[in-house]
């Protein structure tokens, strides 16, 4: 028995004490069930397993800490309006929000975050973490961190080109269809149909097979296969505010059908967009990590966390980490974002009520 | 009963229309090659002989209609005409794999169906519990991480810090059956993960919803113990959302299948796809892509079809 477990322990019960003496209910049962797993893990996997839970722990408090401060932060520096409304999301979305500004950050910054250049080669092939290289080296011998920071630049980015560009193409044919209604809306919903009933990935490699791989195929093919997710809630949305009494009157002012697009229902659809946009965004994003994990989006030398996964991946058998990071990237932005798309869709449907 | 059956035929018919309209779109899509799929293989070095020579072995000169139709025709009686690459009959290059694949989805379906459905229902009727947050967090972070990643964080220690499986799913032919549920068990884990996680919070949507609805709250109100308001009123309302998000995540499956055997080097159809896809070689891609936009529409028709038959309203016309 270290001093280690004893500390753990004697943290563990006194916490729960202290939640069960300030009638914190929820706060008790998760803590005390911890201490009750934490026997059996101990006993199964000794002080190694609970230093593990610790150290989850410490990450999960120290993540939570981090969301609660950035959004005091946000509160702080926004106006009385989103304040009010900031102050409403949970932790989870807080942290949503961190996660995507850093990313930002380090994206629209990285030439000046990162060491090396993103095709440098500085070292050995699968060089250990050193000072210099804070992440080791990947299989030429460039520097890991700087290439994850240049992939926050390339791989958000084509995602952020792709579904910008599906986002424009659906929401334009959603609209227009909604508005005109007849043979196009008829037509528009079929190819929505065709090309939804083809899985997305599969859709992708045929059109890559034929297209080859450069840029501009990817965004657009993805674009292609995503807009008609868009496509179909715009014109859903858009659907139910064309039968209202306004958007009749400016019909019979005579106004075209771009005008009506634009003045009267797109400043009313633009809350179920918005999360749709964050949605969207994150298939787009898998999709294309999915794609360059198989060798078939970025090309190299350019750095993009789906092909660093499948370039370091044979790392994985020694037992190293290193190809978990950049797909470990992947999974945090994802997450981070649906924990903010969850959050506003939670605000707009008026669970909140319930 | 004609009502019904009759619904179920329109879906049926709807479904073959579907899989026609995607197999014109696969077999066209090569068409619109700059050039055509001599030239495009053999790239720009190739000498006029070379290309005509392979013009003649494909059959380009006939117009695109006529070659559609006859690669229609091969793929309804299961041939898929040539490999570009090995020369090999395509349809020798897929039957096995396609088992293979077969294999690895309907394992995943089997383990992953009931526990997501179970998991399901437990969160509705315990919603909005530590139990049902830690599980929306939980979920919510399986569904948004790429495949690779679980794959790959599953073989670091599963396979690699504790060998209890095997990182790689290879299959010889000498495999017992519990040997082979052995050596697939790490890519069967990580697809049951994703679609655990996606089936559960649908599941768990249908049953608020059902919850909600008037006569439950009617039955509550009326003083029916708890368990016969679930068996009675809600479970015969229940099996048509339930059967539609088991359906659908099947066809989920698909697109997953091919990213777990390429981490886990299995030899499935998926692989195959990838491998054709980097050589260009047209025949397999458009087989496998048909194969899985086929599977796809009919698990989606299996969808539609199964919720027709459990909706008491539509069994039972008035």
């Known amino acids: 028995m270290s001093i280690f477990v004893i500390v753990y322990y004697a943290a563990l019960i006194g916490a729960s004490c202290l939640?069960?003496?300030?009638?914190?209910?929820?706060?008790?049962?998760?803590?005390?069930?911890?201490?009750?797993?934490?026997?059996?893990?101990?006993?199964?996997?000794?002080?190694?397993?609970?230093?593990?839970?610790?150290?989850?722990?410490?990450?999960?408090?120290?993540?939570?800490?981090?969301?609660?401060?950035?959004?005091?932060?946000?509160?702080?520096?926004?106006?009385?309006?989103?304040?009010?409304?900031?102050?409403?999301?949970?932790?989870?979305?807080?942290?949503?929000?961190?996660?995507?500004?850093?990313?930002?950050?380090?994206?629209?910054?990285?030439?000046?975050?990162?060491?090396?250049?993103?095709?440098?080669?500085?070292?050995?092939?699968?060089?250990?973490?050193?000072?210099?290289?804070?992440?080791?080296?990947?299989?030429?011998?460039?520097?890991?961190?700087?290439?994850?920071?240049?992939?926050?630049?390339?791989?958000?980015?084509?995602?952020?080109?792709?579904?910008?560009?599906?986002?424009?193409?659906?929401?334009?044919?959603?609209?227009?269809?909604?508005?005109?209604?007849?043979?196009?809306?008829?037509?528009?919903?079929?190819?929505?149909?065709?090309?939804?009933?083809?899985?997305?990935?599969?859709?992708?490699?045929?059109?890559?097979?034929?297209?080859?791989?450069?840029?501009?195929?990817?965004?657009?093919?993805?674009?292609?296969?995503?807009?008609?997710?868009?496509?179909?809630?715009?014109?859903?949305?858009?659907?139910?505010?064309?039968?209202?009494?306004?958007?009749?009157?400016?019909?019979?002012?005579?106004?075209?059908?771009?005008?009506?697009?634009?003045?009267?229902?797109?400043?009313?659809?633009?809350?179920?967009?918005?999360?749709?946009?964050?949605?969207?965004?994150?298939?787009?994003?898998?999709?294309?990590?999915?794609?360059?994990?198989?060798?078939?989006?970025?090309?190299?030398?350019?750095?993009?966390?789906?092909?660093?996964?499948?370039?370091?991946?044979?790392?994985?058998?020694?037992?190293?980490?290193?190809?978990?990071?950049?797909?470990?990237?992947?999974?945090?932005?994802?997450?981070?974002?649906?924990?903010?798309?969850?959050?506003?869709?939670?605000?707009?449907?008026?669970?909140?009520?319930? | 009963m004609g009502d019904i059956t009759r619904l179920i035929l329109k879906r049926l018919g709807l479904g073959l229309v579907t899989i026609l309209v995607v197999s014109v779109l696969i077999f066209f899509a090569v068409e619109l090659l700059p050039g055509d799929i001599a030239q495009a293989v053999l790239g720009q070095g190739a000498t006029e002989e070379t290309v005509a020579a392979m013009r003649e072995q494909l059959g380009l000169d006939r117009p695109a209609f006529v070659r559609y139709f006859d690669w229609l025709g091969g793929a309804a009686t299961g041939d898929f005409g040539v490999s570009l690459v090995s020369g090999e009959r395509v349809s020798e290059a897929i039957s096995g794999r396609f088992a293979h694949t077969l294999f690895l989805a309907s394992y995943a379906a089997v383990i992953a169906v009931p526990i997501s459905i179970l998991l399901g229902v437990f969160t509705a009727l315990y919603r909005n519990t530590i139990f049902d947050r830690v599980a929306n967090v939980l979920t919510l972070s399986t569904i948004s991480s790429p495949e690779f990643f679980l794959g790959y964080i599953l073989i670091l220690f599963l396979a690699v810090r504790v060998t209890m499986f095997p990182a790689i799913a290879s299959l010889s032919s000498d495999m017992t059956f519990l040997e082979l549920l052995h050596r697939t068990f790490l890519p069967m884990l990580t697809l049951v993960l994703v679609v655990t996680a996606h089936m559960m919070r649908m599941t768990r949507a249908a049953i608020i919803n059902l919850l909600a609805s008037p006569y439950i709250e009617m039955a509550r109100l009326k003083g029916t113990p708890p368990w016969k308001v679930i068996v009675k009123h809600a479970l015969p309302n229940a099996w048509a959302p339930i059967i539609n998000v088991v359906a659908l995540n099947l066809a989920y499956l698909i697109t997953g299948v091919v990213l777990v055997e390429v981490v886990f080097v299995y030899p499935g159809i998926g692989q195959l796809l990838v491998d054709a896809v980097a050589k260009r070689d047209f025949p397999i891609v458009q087989a496998c892509c048909l194969i899985f936009a086929a599977t796809f529409i009919l698990l989606n028709l299996a969808a539609d079809v199964g919720s027709i038959l459990t909706n008491p309203r539509l069994r039972h016309p008035k």
């Open chain 1, 19 to 354: 939640a069960a003496f300030y009638k914190q209910r929820g706060v008790f049962m998760l803590i005390f069930s911890l201490t009750l797993v934490s026997f059996v893990l101990g006993i199964i996997g000794g002080a190694g397993a609970l230093r593990l839970v610790a150290t989850a722990a410490g990450v999960l408090a120290l993540a939570a800490g981090t969301s609660y401060a950035f959004r005091e932060f946000l509160i702080q520096i926004s106006r009385p309006n989103l304040a009010k409304e900031l102050r409403t999301a949970p932790l989870t979305a807080a942290f949503g929000m961190f996660v995507i500004f850093t990313y930002a950050i380090a994206g629209i910054f990285a030439p000046w975050i990162a060491p090396y250049g993103e095709a440098e080669v500085i070292g050995q092939a699968f060089a250990p973490p050193d000072q210099n290289m804070l992440l080791g080296g990947d299989q030429l011998g460039r520097d890991m961190f700087s290439r994850i920071i240049f992939g926050a630049r390339n791989s958000v980015g084509l995602a952020l080109m792709a579904t910008l560009l599906a986002f424009v193409m659906g929401a334009i044919a959603g609209l227009l269809a909604a508005v005109k209604g007849g043979w196009f809306d008829q037509l528009m919903g079929r190819i929505a149909d065709v090309i939804m009933s083809i899985p997305s990935l599969i859709f992708a490699l045929l059109m890559l097979s034929i297209f080859g791989t450069g840029l501009q195929v990817i965004v657009i093919v993805v674009a292609v296969i995503y807009s008609p997710r868009v496509f179909r809630l715009t014109r859903a949305v858009a659907g139910n505010i064309v039968v209202m009494d306004y958007v009749e009157a400016s019909k019979l002012r005579g106004e075209g059908d771009w005008y009506l697009v634009r003045k009267e229902i797109l400043p009313n659809a633009t809350a179920p967009l918005i999360a749709e946009f964050g949605l969207e965004f994150c298939f787009v994003f898998l999709l294309i990590a999915g794609l360059s994990f198989l060798g078939l989006g970025i090309q190299p030398p350019t750095a993009d966390w789906g092909s660093m996964v499948r370039e370091n991946a044979t790392l994985i058998s020694f037992g190293d980490i290193t190809p978990l990071i950049p797909a470990g990237a992947i999974a945090l932005l994802t997450v981070a974002i649906n924990f903010v798309v969850d959050w506003m869709l939670f605000r707009t449907s008026g669970l909140k009520e319930q």
